[in-house]
């Protein structure tokens, strides 16, 4: 009996470990549940989420803002415990939760009907819930439809918990089966030192690109042929196994007196090519992340978070190899927790602002434009630069709930300037997915018609450029927003050998001189000369030419003498907050009316 009642309780800690890990195609199914259960119900606010012995984790969500929170300060606790349904038509009329923090905070539960995710052993895995600001009744129909949608959901998560154990692509293990086989260990009460390395042969970015220009077929080919030649580049030994545990990512589990460590697979990695087939074939960067540890005492999901933390880290500072350091571990999770909050920062409108640095043209001396640039105040930590946020934010979704905030900001901006008839330009910067949307160019349009602007009043700067020029999508999204008659920057021009390439491939308003080409003009002949030559050539085709990091009033002569229109930096004004900007730029226009007057 008691045998039976630890596999059944080993199977539920399975099951419930496999859905909180991270994988996107799963979560991508469940978000599709989540809002089926809106339309179908007609209630706006729907959710799964998945309990352990502490916490509540939402794995998908539709109109619903709570992300995880303590188990016992969850509704669905009352779901799992009972190991039924849960109605509660108005939270206030109830004793239970009328001053429980998520009803009288948010997300501001008013109504809540919730149903257990129950496996073919009635073991309760979660909650499928719908909830509301608003009470609702909440009829049998409507119930049984919430169970039947919670009846799809587990069919579903049982399927995809049983996917077999090899990839399809390279025919290798695959990542629930290098799970399994640590897990196995453990339950063995293996107590060997082991280690487990993890290969990152192709970038996902770098294999969706290929996907793009060459199709899938040739990936896969290339993929297989990564999966033919590790093992006679590794030649690992009996009871050594290669998992294929994502695209173009491989793992190796090996026991700690094995030759295979990351170090010695980053040296034997070096150099490796593979075919793309027809005879095409590409040099792959290999970087390798190490984990140590014993099965016994270490959850499978956590060495290959460790190892995966390595890795990462290895990639991050272009390393060949990283082997995992609880302190690195430490700064990712801060990591992860900024991320959360970045993200309540964005949606509730909490912490972030922009400033706005002047442009000014070299010749009057007047304001000609503005840079938004985003700021945020947290809570804790204080004033945060963009460095401390923005490059997190580039590898998420978040990046694009960032840049609907910077736009919305910018236009409010706008219209209160254009209300003290104030016209000047504001640029923002956007990345490489806005320009790729198909629709980007026309929603900023709707906005700027919306707030009765023109578009010309609002500047796009261009960031990645060479992301930008190898994506026809974005490249053609460009296109569309300069037809459109928004003024597109080029940032960061002057540094690198294929600059010049770019001005015939983007259609461009202003070339922004990156500061490295500026501040050295003054000390260094070469640079002058070579500053002195690129805003004659770029005059010559017709730009307009912008210098950053401009600090005193001789280098600003400087670049007026040889032809530049315009500059920013702190020789003229900081970043200004928009108290700060009104000031500056009352100031600033009355001088030059009255000078010219």
Known sequence: MNKNLNAI????????????????????????????????????????????????????????????????????????????????????????????????????????????????????????CVTDREPHPFSDTQLATLKQLAELVMSFLEAWHATGFDDPVTHLPNRSRLISDMQSLAAEGDKFK????????????????????????????????????????LRPQNGEMIYAISTGRFAILVRDESRLDASWIAGRMEGICAELGNGISITLTSHAGQTDFTAISSKA???????????????????????????????????FTLMNELSDAIRFDKGLYLVYQPKTCLKSGQPVGLEALIRWTHPVRGELSPAAFVPMAEQTDLLHEMTEWVIDTTIACLKRLNRQNIQLPVTINVSLNDFAKSNFAELLESKMLEARLPNNLLGIECLETERIIENAQALSGLHRLYEKGFNISLDDFGTGYSNIS????????????????????????????????????????????????????????????????????????????????????????????????
């Not at 199977?11 to 996107?24: G, I, Q, T, Y």
């Not at 970038?203 to 033919?228: C, F, N, Q, S, W």
Request: charge should be negative; aromatic fraction near 8%; charged fraction near 30%.
């Open 9 to 128: 309780n080993e199977r539920l800690k399975r099951a419930l470990e496999a859905l909180l890990a991270p994988d996107e195609e799963r979560d991508n199914v469940l978000r599709k549940f989540v809002h089926l259960a809106n339309q179908a119900l007609g209630i706006p606010g729907s959710f799964i989420s998945v309990l352990d012995e502490e916490f509540q984790y939402i794995r998908a969500s539709h109109n619903f803002s709570l992300k995880h929170s303590k188990r016992e300060e969850s509704l669905c606790q009352h779901v799992v415990d009972g190991d039924s349904a849960l109605i509660v038509s108005d939270t206030w009329l109830d004793a239970r939760f009328l001053t429980h923090r998520f009803v009288t905070g948010e997300p501001y539960i008013r109504f809540y009907a919730g149903v257990p995710l129950k496996d073919r052993e009635g073991q309760v895995l979660g909650t499928f």
């Open 194 to 233: 082991r280690r487990l390395i993890i290969i990152d042969c192709l970038k996902m970015a770098h294999a969706y690109d290929l996907a793009k220009t060459v199709g899938m077929m040739p990936v896969e080919e290339l993929l297989r042929d990564i999966a033919i030649k590790l093992p006679r580049r």
């Open 301 to 335: 999901y956590d060495v290959v978070r460790r190892a995966s933390a390595a890795l990462e880290e290895a990639i991050d500072k272009n390393l060949p190899s990283v082997i995992y350091k609880e302190s690195e571990e430490i700064k990712h999770s801060n990591d």
């Open 502 to 597: 770019y001005l015939r491939r983007m259609p461009l308003d202003v070339i922004k001189l990156d500061r490295s080409l500026i501040s050295g003009v003054l000390k260094d002949a070469s640079a002058l000369i070579i500053a002195r030559s690129i805003i004659k050539m770029l005059k010559e085709l017709d730009y307009t030419v912008l210098a950053e990091g401009v600090e005193d009033a001789e280098v600003a002569t400087l670049l007026s003498d040889f032809g530049c229109d315009q500059a920013q930096g702190y020789f003229f004004a900081k970043p200004l907050s928009d108290p700060e900007l009104d000031i500056w730029l009352h100031r600033r226009l009355w001088n030059c009316k009255h000078k010219f007057s």
